[in-house]
Nanobody
Framework: QVQLAESGGGLVQAGDSLRLSCAAS????????TGWFRQAPGKEREFVAA????????NYADSVKGRFAISRDNTKNTVYLQMNSLKPEDTAVYYC?????????????????WGQGTQVTVSV
């Protein structure tokens, strides 16, 4: 079955950088788009970034534009989220998700498979 495994989270200070990875296995459908979402305590899961299979199309939440960059290496079945200039409000559990479709959509309901999440904590 499809499995997604996130890694790279941790505790950092404001202004630092982190790179999250999402490794996929068991994919049986072609050209899936992948997204990153996050959920802070007491809040709903929110969209962060998404990328098409080819990498030619990306979407970002306004709150992370200019600071985060999503990319992928299809030879490794891995999607990355480079996070720079981190802020305390970026603190959340970060999830990657993939969908049976090539468009990098923005809502959680559009995604079919989810990882377990990785914690990112940004201190002041």
């Amino acid at each position: 079955q499809v499995q997604l495994a996130e890694s790279g989270g941790g505790l950092v200070q404001a202004g630092d950088s982190l790179r999250l990875s999402c490794a996929a296995s068991g994919l049986t459908f072609s050209r899936p788009a992948t997204g990153w979402f996050r959920q802070a305590p007491g809040k709903e899961r929110e969209f962060v970034a998404a990328i098409s299979w080819s990498g030619g199309s990306t979407n970002y939440a306004d709150s992370v534009k200019g600071r985060f960059a999503i990319s992928r290496d299809n030879t490794k079945n891995t999607v990355y989220l480079q996070m720079n200039s981190l802020k305390p409000e970026d603190t959340a559990v970060y999830y990657c998700a993939t969908r049976r479709g090539f468009r990098p959509l923005l809502t959680p309901d559009d995604y079919d498979y989810w990882g377990q999440g990785t914690q990112v904590t940004v201190s002041v």
